[in-house]
């Protein structure tokens, strides 16, 4: 299976989000006219893992959303993030990465929600990540007008390097009191607001916005550099 070692290289390489074992499957039996089982590719998906694994090497293929891609490796973020910084067009207010970081973390959450927390409307902020995909529509709230509830989307998986929500961090100062047995733990209205200023950069490397983004996606063994285009003027909607 060696030959296939570099078509499958090249698939992933190519690919602008992470390929599944199954698209690599198609493009693989398209070329070679033949099918490959899924355990066949993955086997060769490992061995190309492992030799990405050397520091020879400054990026690595890593599984992500049932899918793989090359990302930059975190000891070459800094260098990555002020290339980034200079060449990213910014397009994301400070609102909306705030309000990004809410949904992260309190998902699913509705406006209504959000609002209370920031203080300020989010209309314009939630409007800005639905277009870009970032967060998507999960369902409705069981209460009075029962609200839309919003949750991270697949890109914004991709762009964190992120397998599950679960994979996110927890901030040092996300402290959850106790509860009684059965009954889910509130979160602070002024924690959460802190939080989500604390996490108001992100993993491209925009230095510029209050504190770090997605700066607690970043410690994930300081992750991969996938660009977010931001915007550091002042907030549409305040």
């Given amino acids: 299976m060696e030959f296939l070692a570099q078509h499958i290289e090249s698939l992933v390489f190519t690919a602008d989000r992470p390929i599944t074992v199954a698209e690599i499957g198609e493009a693989l039996e398209h070329t070679f006219e033949m099918q490959f089982r899924k355990v066949e590719i993955k086997a060769v998906l490992e061995e190309i893992t492992k030799k990405y694994q050397s520091d020879q090497f400054a990026f690595e293929m ?3 959303s049932n899918g793989y891609q090359f990302l930059t490796k975190g000891a070459y973020f800094n260098t990555v993030a002020t290339y980034l910084k200079q060449t990213t067009k910014k397009k994301l207010s400070r609102a909306a990465l705030e309000t990004l970081s809410i949904v992260a973390y309190k998902q699913p959450v509705s406006k209504p929600e959000i609002e209370k927390i920031r203080g300020v409307s989010c209309d314009y902020a939630m409007q800005k990540l639905l277009e870009k995909e970032l967060v998507t529509i999960v369902g409705r709230a ?3 007008g029962k609200p839309l509830l919003y949750g991270t989307s697949e890109k914004f998986m991709d762009y964190f390097g992120l397998k ?3 994979d996110l961090p927890k901030p ?5 009191p106790d509860t009684s047995v059965g009954e889910p733990a509130p ?6 607001t802190m939080t989500a200023k604390q996490l108001v950069s992100h993993s491209s490397g925009i230095t ?4 770090d983004v997605m700066g607690a996606i970043l410690s994930l063994d300081e992750k991969k550099v996938l660009p977010i285009e931001v915007e550091s003027s002042s907030d549409e909607e305040e």
């Fill in 62 to 64: 890593v599984g992500i």
């Fill in 142 to 144: 069981e209460t009075v």
């Fill in 164 to 166: 599950n929500i679960e």
């Fill in 172 to 176: 040092k100062d996300f402290k959850m």
């Fill in 187 to 192: 979160i602070e209205e002024e924690v959460f």
């Fill in 208 to 211: 510029d916005i209050v504190g």
